[in-house]
């Protein structure tokens, strides 16, 4: 029997019973349409976190205790000493040490409570902020513990919306600033994280926290090799800290040091396994839709029992039979695989247009990879589930299957 | 019926029939010596449990001996494979069921198209001309296109025929033909394939009905498994007394 038969009657073996074809396929275009749906989200997701931590220069390097990423590790660690012995190796620049102050922001009758980092004027260059009015921070600023400040984007308009907050005086905590310049907005997601720090000399917010000699986080930039120098980085404070770790053992340190690109690195295999598993679970609804095509499959077995007799006595070996009832499985799920990624694709554009509304900058995307993969995923359900109700089939007795009613 | 010096076109020597069903054998068809020649047309006689059936169903080649030989065309068939089984049917053989056996919701055409779908010796073009052929041949090509359901059960028949006919196979295997029709149907029906064989083609009719048999040239009675005649002369002696064959 050449192919272009076998798949004729196969079509319609199927449309025969429409009702119950369409039904059948229904599973399969739940699963298939959740696999895309729940792939290209990841990948959207991904994508546009990659494009947000990309603005960092790969060269920047961070430094923190460990207590601010682990419950029940010492939050203090670091100290002042520690940036300026780093400071010493002569394959960094810009080392930066900064001091989180937890203070209420106000203005007028504004209340906020962004993020208030005590720094040097180096963590713009480190973060690549730019700057849209009035200053950054000057060496002068910290040398003689000025009260100004420099804000995130999106903590000026929030607290000035439309007039200048240049030489405005604001209260962080009890104190008085003088806000002298305001940073460019990032946007997007990260916009969230960076457009809203305000920015104070470092020697200010010292006397602001009681954390001593300690810091919170070590920002700098690497002139050289990045891996090399963060070798160094490390066993500088494994040295400075005293702790034996020759084997690199990260939970032997009391502080996670590592640049941005290993920190994109991490980044991408954590969205990459994120848009996995929400493949996986989709996978697991185009598992059902499987089953339910076994399930038919089987039904129409016993049902056509009669017909594949008849097929089998003017002469259908047993091949031909297996191909039809495995075209017929493969056809339903193909079927509804196709409709499924259109269903699953648009309603993934759809929730990624709303999405971007309240993001911004959000591009779905819906890779020919993984149209292929999920095209795969229905043809594959297709011969997997059919194969035992087609081999039954194929095996079914001539004689046996004509006398069964 | 002078055929005798050419190969016969079906002969079993002590062909022997049982099925075993837990464990218990019960044996169906006992020592079973037949040769039939081409063009023949034959009646296999019986009450139901006498083995026609089985006997048809192995010379069809739908089933096997369990013991003795069968010669196809002077071939031995013994120890074929399943598949080896169904090229044969393909190509030689062909049923007319009882109960019709028609693929539902399926026109008439597409029907009678089935046995080219698995015949390999047919071109893809040749088929129309072929299975319009067929359609013709049992007088129903004004309704090629109906759906199966849509016709009588005499029509039916006629398009199982026409089904039987369409891969010109050297013998036609009628089971029970009649059997679900009514009379003036089932006449038809036998009419036709009189007409078969009149024109050439070898048929095998398998009926439990004295009437249906007389339109054979050839009886061949079973009982209990065993071959109790096998009578060449009936259409003489019919036709001797100057009866006429209905």
Known sequence: ???????????????????????????????????????????????????????????????????????????????????????????????????????????????????????????????????????????????????VAVLGNKTAEDLFGNANPLGKRISVGERKFTVVGVLKALGGAMGTQMDTPIYVPFTVAKTMTNKGLFVDYISLQ???????????????????????????????????????????????????????????????????????????????????????????AVGAKRRDILLQFLLEAV???????????????????????????????????LTPGSILLSLGMAVGTGLIFGLYPALRASKLHPIEALRFE | MTSSKTTPLIETIGLNKSYVNDEVET???HDINLSISSGEFVAIMGPSGSGKSTLMHILGFLDVPTSGHYNFKGASTEEKSEDELARIRSASVSFVFQSFNLLPRTSVFDNVMLPLLYNSATRVSERKDRVMKAIESVGLTDRATYLSNQLSGGQQQRVAIARALVTTPEIIFADEPTGNLDSTSGTHVMEILQNLHRSGHTIILVTHEQMTAEHAERIIRLHDGHVISDDRAFTRRIAKRGGQIK
Request: hydrophobic share 45%.
């Open chain 1, 1 to 147: 029997m050449i192919l272009s038969d076998t798949a004729r009657s196969a079509f319609e073996g199927l449309t025969r019973n429409t009702t119950r074809s369409l039904l059948t396929t229904l599973g399969i275009v739940i699963g298939v349409g959740s696999v895309v749906l729940m792939v290209s989200l990841g990948a959207t997701f991904q994508r546009f976190i990659l494009d947000q931590v990309s603005t960092f220069s790969g060269n920047t390097f961070e430094i923190q205790s460990k207590g601010l990423e682990e419950y029940g590790k010492d939050p203090m660690t670091l100290t002042e000493a520690d940036a300026e012995a780093i400071a010493k190796l002569s394959t960094v620049k810009n080392v930066v040490a900064v001091i989180f102050v937890a203070k209420k922001v106000t203005y007028g009758t504004e209340e906020l409570s962004p993020m208030i980092l005590g720094a040097s004027k180096d963590i713009f260059t480190n973060w690549s902020m730019k700057l849209e009015l009035g200053r950054l921070l000057t060496d002068g600023d910290l040398k003689g513990g000025k009260s």
């Open chain 2, 27 to 29: 044996p169906v068809l």
């Open chain 1, 331 to 365: 056809t339903l799920t193909l079927f509804g695989g196709l409709i499924g990624i259109v269903g699953g694709g648009y309603l993934g554009f759809i929730l990624t247009r709303i999405a971007a509304r309240f993001i911004g900058d959000l591009s779905f995307a």
């Open chain 1, 222 to 312: 690497t002139t050289g090799n990045t891996d090399l120098t963060g070798e160094d980085i490390k066993s500088l404070l494994r040295q400075r800290h005293k702790i034996d770790n020759p084997n690199d053992d990260p939970d032997k340190d009391d502080f996670i040091a590592r640049s941005f690109s290993q920190a994109m690195d991490i980044l991408e295999t954590v969205t990459l396994s994120i848009t996995l598993f929400l493949g996986l679970i989709a996978g697991i609804s185009l598992l059902v839709g499987g089953i339910g095509i076994m399930n038919i499959m089987l039904v129409s077995v016993t049902e056509r029992t009669k017909e594949i007799g008849l097929r089998k």
